[in-house]
């Protein structure tokens, strides 16, 4: 637009032109960039084709015993945190803090006891004297 507002008409007739004519790309430069994207689409099916490959020999060997069992669970560091949950809640159950209990009594409204003792009496054989 010119100082008085109104536009110019030189450079909306090289805009409108520009917009007529798109450039086109030189046919050599288009062989190349599609004969290097070939060329990455190679590599990257060979290195997938390898992966499988060596997941497979993997699997097949770590698929036996505890190295199956752990690989299913996720691996290391999942086998780590389930682990220590396991421990956690085995601490909790053993040994709970008061809190637990307090709690557990606002929760139910009543006082749970759990006894760890077996009621085998003092008699282990009753049937037989002597």
């Given at each position: 637009m010119s100082t008085t507002g ?125």
């Open positions: 109104k536009p110019d008409d030189e450079l909306s007739a090289a805009f409108a032109a520009a917009r007529r004519t798109a450039p086109e790309p030189d046919a050599d430069f288009l062989a190349r960039v599609l004969g290097d994207a070939e060329a990455v689409q190679d590599r990257l099916n060979e290195a997938e084709v390898a992966e499988r490959e060596a997941t497979r020999r993997r699997g097949a060997r770590a698929s036996v015993g505890w190295r199956g069992v752990f690989r299913a669970l996720g691996g290391w560091p999942a086998v780590t945190g389930l682990s220590a949950a396991a421990i956690t809640g085995l601490w909790l159950g053993v040994a709970p803090p008061d809190g637990v209990s307090a709690t557990a009594q606002l929760v139910w409204g009543e006082d749970i006891t759990l006894a760890l003792q077996p009621d085998i009496g003092t008699e282990l054989f009753p049937d037989e004297e002597g």
